[in-house]
């Protein structure tokens, strides 16, 4: 980190050329082992080596396509859009399509279509917006998408509808964004605005583009629009009440403006960006231990 408390990316890297399809999704890279994966509807899904950015592999994903699910270091799970037509047993529809895969080999462990009842469908297939996968073990994965919810028994391809999400509670005039558990608020003050942290951190700009806390820490990053113009966004990493560095993100390639989503990641040793469809780059993240760095 330079003195002036401005960061430099570790690596930085460019994963065009981008499928043509609209930027609807970015969801924040998760840490398997040596690999960073990427997701979002541009690049569908992405394994990068985490030491130097370098793309491993590539897989389908699609513009709906779930954030990777890591049930454990050799075992990744991805639901997506169906590249291809398949067909569903009578009686039912399919929902999506799922790989089961070793992301450290780059080794299918399964895949196949996810069908469920026609009755239990409703909207739910054609309903638009990215599918949430959740789960810790392959017995436990919940398939979401707005406010269906299916179970999912993937060594079968099936699902069954089960009680949809409860609507989410109203939120404060001035809450922009959620940390975990702790809220970003937009504050002005002397005719400034700023964004501030529960109990942590206020950094200058308009509105949170994405934030991410550090498992196990008070410390975590945060990518701010710092003005109207669309074209200028910053990252800041911050350790408990503290902005420890910032980097401003490169230009957008659109002349428009940054208007797509962006997202974050901080784990125990780095913070990871995904911006403009297809730009990631890696920090080492300021609570790293010293051998990290």
Known sequence: MAPSGVAEPGWLVDLAPVVPRPELVAHAPIVVGDRVIVAG?????RGLDLATGAEAWHRPGGASLAAP?????RDVVLVHDCDVAVAAPDGHGVLACFDRIDPIAVAARSAGRIAAPMGELGDCAATGGAWMLSGTDAASLILARNACRFSLALGEGRA????????SPPQP??????????????VIEGGQ?????????RVPGL???AAARAPGHDAGAVVVRADSTLRSDVLAAYDGTTVVWTWALPPPPDPAGRGGPVAVTATDRDILVFFDAARVARFTAPWAPATAR
């Open 41 to 45: 509807s541009r690049v569908d899904y």
């Open 69 to 73: 699910l890591a049930l454990a270091l």
């Open 160 to 167: 069954r509808r089960i009680a949809d999400a409860p609507a």
């Open 173 to 186: 005039d001035d809450v922009v964004a959620h940390d975990g558990d702790a809220s970003w608020r937009q």
């Open 193 to 201: 605005s700023f964004l501030a942290r529960d109990h942590g951190p």
């Open 207 to 209: 509105t949170v583009l």
